[in-house]
């Protein structure tokens, strides 16, 4: 039994849908992505992020209990057949992965910031599982999993929504605003004090009900507009889908964000490494900086052959080198992509 939007117990059986999502940008619509670099439309840029896709949900398949559904957004018209030899559009097929293909409706102009251009996609998402009944948790691409998500379901059901609070100072400039110029917008839209509690929420993790989609669009839609016009104002604004979350996460009430039992964004990259071998017990590792070497690694060994979550769970930490010493663990991945860059 769940509570429904009024705080009414809830009979109705919810199916759980496990979501993520590419957009593919085109030549005329690129912007920077600094764990990939590159050109945003090539091929080889466009790759790394089918190799995450395929890991994601061979990861979940791995370490689920049988029931939960699948969902892949997208606006790519064919899904390829081809990444390093593996048809990914055939593992779809064989999986019972469901494609959804929609383009991108709150689009921003080229000067609006200079990365992430796509992100504003998961709200074309969220608009979408309004109409899909049930329980729906929508991750980035780039994570693994490692046990069971019952759990987050049962969270969605009970609060409506749920969230991750990724930790930053109160002036720390978070994609060109900081919490407190947030806190600050927050007060101007919304007309209320006392933010102190606003916190920064990843945009990796949102978890909602199709109830509570419905509501999250109405309220955005009211947001974008008011951001947009700081934009044509050339004044600060929220840059991104996580600051638009943040808000509405916080102004539909939906209470303290308790993902942060669940997921974490590591980084894993030469210049930060502040992975903990304890991270191997969350249910979702989100590993940005691995996009173009963990995930290519893992990809090569998840679809060489059949294997068990033992197997997968053994690999991913050798693979991440969890039980090395941070130094020891920063040299080898320095090296290791200085050679693989030379590559790409």
Known sequence: MTLNIQGKADQTPMDNYLITWFYAEQKEDESFYPAVGGSSSSEGFQNVYWRCVY????????????GLKYLFFTNVEEIPRNVDGIDISAFFKKHGIEVINCDISYRTPKDWFFQFR??????????????????????????????????????????????????????????????????????????????????????????LTSDSAERVMEEYKKLWEMNYQKYENGQEKLNEEAHFWSFLFYKLGF??????????????????????????????????????????????????????????IKELKKVLRIDKKPLERKIIRFLCRMRERLHF
């Open 55 to 66: 890991d994601f949900y061979m990861s979940a398949f791995l370490t689920q209990e049988r």
């Open 118 to 207: 796509n992100q504003f996609y998961v709200y074309d998402i969220i608009n979408r599982l309004k109409d899909i009944k049930g329980r729906h948790l929508l991750l980035d691409s780039d994570c693994f999993f490692t046990r069971d998500i019952s759990d987050i379901f049962k969270r969605i059901g009970e609060k409506g929504a749920e969230a991750y609070a990724v930790p930053h100072g109160d002036d720390y400039p978070i994609n060109g605003i900081s919490l407190n110029g947030m806190r600050r917008l927050y007060r101007e839209f919304c007309g209320e004090d006392g933010l102190s509690s606003l916190e920064y929420l990843g945009g990796e993790f949102i978890a």
């Open 255 to 312: 209470g303290e964000p308790e993902g942060n039992s669940f997921i974490r964004r590591i980084w894993t990259a030469a210049r930060l490494d502040d992975l903990r071998q304890k991270d191997a017990d969350l249910a979702i590792m989100h590993l940005p900086a691995e996009k173009k070497y963990g995930f290519k690694k893992m990809f090569t060994y998840l679809s060489a052959s059949e294997r068990t979550k033992e197997e997968y």
